[in-house]
T-cell receptor
Framework: GQQLNQSPQSMFIQEGEDVSMNCTSS?????WLWYKQDPGEGPVLLIA?????ELTSNGRLTAQFGITRKDSFLNISASIPSDVGIYFC???????????FGTGTRLTIIP | KAGVTQTPRYLIKTRGQQVTLSCSPI?????VSWYQQTPGQGLQFLFE???????NKGNFPGRFSGRQFSNSRSEMNVSTLELGDSALYLC????????????FGPGTRLTVT
């Protein structure tokens, strides 16, 4: 099935660094969601975005709905060990269509 | 408020057998979606149920089926299991249809031998 393109696929950073990742599509999306998944668990919803240009924060996390409506961005400031995991974006194009998920960005913190 | 629950958490089956997985959504949520997650294919949408009706379906063979009960609980069935069906099966619930914010359960890890 169709998937959104997420980049980077993986990141290796040091604790305290800021992180940026993005999600792109060739289609226009009306909703963007960002999830984090820990090993062996289900994804946990971090942030939901509903309007082009919208910027929403959740603690150290900030996500933006791209103005072209074809992309979204997630930033994590001052990373800590518990930020380790896989981050997924998900988008809905219109109406009652199903969510489409990104390929994921794996975040690793180097000691 | 209790989250999405899935049972069982782990399951080992033999090729050719069938399996039924269960999902209880967050109280008040009427939509349940099922996903298959594998390292190679990522999160793949199986189907979505809303008010006991299947509203959306992914590109999976007919061996994969599901249903939703009047209390919004959902079950997913896979018949004639194949080795490639080994995966983490995730259930997600939302108040409205799939486009709303979806909340995932912990998943059922199915291993087919």
């Amino acid at each position: 099935g169709q998937q959104l393109n997420q980049s980077p696929q993986s990141m290796f950073i040091q604790e305290g660094e800021d992180v940026s990742m993005n999600c792109t599509s060739s289609s226009i999306f009306n909703t963007w969601l960002w999830y984090k998944q820990d090993p062996g668990e289900g994804p946990v919803l971090l942030i939901a975005l509903y309007k082009a240009g919208e910027l929403t924060s959740n603690g150290r996390l900030t996500a933006q709905f791209g103005i072209t409506r074809k992309d979204s961005f997630l930033n994590i400031s001052a990373s800590i060990p518990s930020d380790v995991g896989i981050y997924f974006c998900a988008g809905r194009r219109r109406g009652n269509e199903k969510l489409t998920f990104g390929t994921g960005t794996r975040l690793t913190i180097i000691p | 408020k209790a989250g999405v629950t899935q049972t069982p958490r782990y399951l080992i089956k033999t090729r050719g057998q069938q399996v039924t997985l269960s999902c209880s959504p967050i109280s008040g949520h009427r939509s349940v979606s099922w996903y298959q997650q594998t390292p190679g294919q990522g999160l793949q949408f199986l189907f979505e149920y809303f008010s006991e009706t299947q509203r959306n379906k992914g590109n999976f063979p007919g061996r994969f089926s599901g249903r939703q009960f009047s209390n919004s609980r959902s079950e997913m069935n896979v018949s004639t299991l194949e080795l490639g069906d080994s995966a983490l099966y995730l259930c997600a619930s939302s108040f409205g249809l799939a486009g709303d914010e979806q909340y995932f359960g912990p998943g059922t890890r199915l291993t087919v031998t």
